[in-house]
């Protein structure tokens, strides 16, 4: 299994993240990575990894769909008597993890 892993591995040669770099506004920032990666053509750039974890501590993951990213927040398709919906009102500390095959992960 190893072997056939390392043969997948991709080298990722890309800038660095510097936080001097970085908007001070997280959604501006956001919008601009999410630019890139449109830019870049990247599968279904608003699919992300959601994670959240509920009243038993347990962490689930899915991957959502992006509506809309504004000061107040992500926004993305879901059914709110779903678990995610279940466990964001039992604790609203969640991940959102964008991925693309022409950028690195950002958690935002």
Not at 1 to 9: A, F, N, Q, S
Not at 11 to 17: S, V
């Given at each position: 299994?190893?072997?056939?892993?390392?043969?997948?591995?991709i080298?990722?040669?890309?800038?660095?993240?510097d936080i001097k770099d970085l908007n001070a506004d997280p959604i501006v920032?956001?919008?601009?990575?999410?630019?890139?990666?449109?830019?870049?053509?990247v599968p279904e750039p608003h699919a992300f990894t959601f994670s959240s974890v509920g009243a038993y501590g347990k962490p689930t993951s899915r991957i959502v769909l992006l509506r809309n990213a504004t000061a107040n927040g992500f926004s993305f398709f879901t059914n709110y008597n779903s678990r995610k919906g279940h466990n964001i009102d039992v604790n609203p500390n969640v991940c959102a993890n964008f991925f693309g095959n022409n950028c690195s992960a950002r958690c935002v």
């Open positions: 299994m190893k072997d056939k892993v390392e043969t997948l591995r080298d990722y040669d890309k800038d660095t993240l920032q956001f919008e601009y990575w999410f630019d890139e990666a449109v830019e870049a053509n």
